[in-house]
């Protein structure tokens, strides 16, 4: 997640113009809800085959995903570490069947890997993506970015994980993005890449500096446009719908540069999600695994899967073909 520049020539890359919050006791009452915005669905019915889906994301997976990739020391890109990541990723995501995964972008190194809609017809794409990339100010031998932005690779990677057991009518593209650091390259190459073979890219959420909740007050903030307005609604009304525990969405509380950057300047629907707030730790060498809230991390899947798996189409059951991913060693 880039940090506010001074600098003109990044001011579109700005970032986290609102991250310095008050403590609250809960979401500010003082925003306006998420359910007062104009809803483009049809009333949402609780489906129990996405609540199955959903309950089957894990804590554990976030955190172990998140310490793996700490352990390259920086992913600062041009440092070995990112490298050797783009190398973990393409291993852990190829483990998974049903998943055709692949690099992007050349030198940038996308991760990229995708479960093929059942319908031939159909050219609707729907993405779920985080940078795997660190930066630490003035350091980048030290940048272990556990919560900037590996526990945001880590909900990727259990949308992944969790949804190749089930089958879709739309093809599902879950995204490891490279150089978010340094300017979104990784990103913005996908959706040129995608835009110029016609891609029908119906919706992406992003996952960046959104597992830090050190006070266990599970705040999720959702970053979204006029255009991706219902999806937020949505993303309401599924936390209350599949009882995902105590989770409270603020909206656009934070004006972070990320990911879903790109796709919002080429008029595609994102939606980014974010912690309440940014730690001193941010950016630093001391953005390490403890500071994970692996519970907060896994409501935010649960409510992203929730509507990926809804207007993705699922089956009415899991895939018969479907196997249990291996466990990690």
Known sequence: MNKPSFSLSLLLVSACAAVLVPPLKAADPARAPLSAVPAEQPAAVFDPIIADMIAQVGEREIHDTAAALQGFTSRAWGQPGNVKAAAYLHERLGQIAGLTVGYQGGELKNVVATLQGMDPQSADVY???????????GDAIQAPGATDNAAGVGVVLEYARVMSLYRFRHTLVFACWNREETGMQGSA????????????????????????????????????????????????GNVALYK?????????????????SPFWKKNLTAVSTHQEVHGAHYHTARDTVERVNTRYARMNAQ???????????????????????????
């Open 244 to 260: 995902i525990g105590f989770l409270k969405l603020t909206d656009n509380l934070h004006k972070c540069g990320g990911d879903y």
């Open 303 to 329: 409510v992203g899967m929730s509507v990926i798996a809804r207007l993705a189409q699922h089956q009415p059951v899991a895939s018969a073909d479907s196997q249990t991913p291996p466990s990690r060693p």
């Open 127 to 137: 993405v779920v993506g985080a940078h795997y990339d660190s930066m630490a100010a």
């Open 189 to 236: 190459n996908w959706v040129d890449q995608a835009l110029s073979r016609s891609v029908n890219v119906r919706l992406y959420i992003n996952n960046d500096s959104c597992c830090f909740d050190p006070d266990g007050r599970y705040v999720l903030d959702l970053i979204f446009n006029s255009q991706s307005a219902a999806i937020g609604n949505m993303m309401a």
